[in-house]
């Protein structure tokens, strides 16, 4: 079975289960969702954002279109 059948299988089975097992399986998974939902990015990353949002707000760097940007992945079009 792959992932995408699993995550669909478990979905619908979390979507109608009782309470007690809801809370059975939060308890399984606590630690890892915990530690999932503390992503902080540092202050260098932070600053790189940052100074990267000036220059395309500035017009000082190049900006791509979500199609565009997938023509070029694809090896489309030149960047």
């Known amino acids: 079975m792959t992932?995408?059948?699993?995550r669909n299988r478990l979905?619908?089975?979390l979507a109608n289960a009782d309470d007690?097992?809801?809370k059975a399986v939060y308890t399984?998974?606590?630690k890892?969702?915990?530690?999932k939902e503390t992503f902080v990015l540092s202050d260098e990353q932070l600053q790189i954002l940052e100074m990267e949002r000036e220059l395309h707000l500035s017009g000082?760097?190049?900006?791509?279109t979500r199609n565009?940007?997938?023509q070029i992945i694809k090896g489309e079009r030149p960047f």
């Open 20 to 22: 007690n097992k809801i």
């Open 3 to 6: 992932i995408a059948a699993i």
């Open 32 to 35: 890892d969702i915990e530690e």
């Open 68 to 70: 565009e940007a997938r």
């Open 28 to 30: 399984l998974l606590e």
């Open 60 to 64: 000082q760097s190049k900006s791509y």
């Open 11 to 13: 979905m619908s089975y």
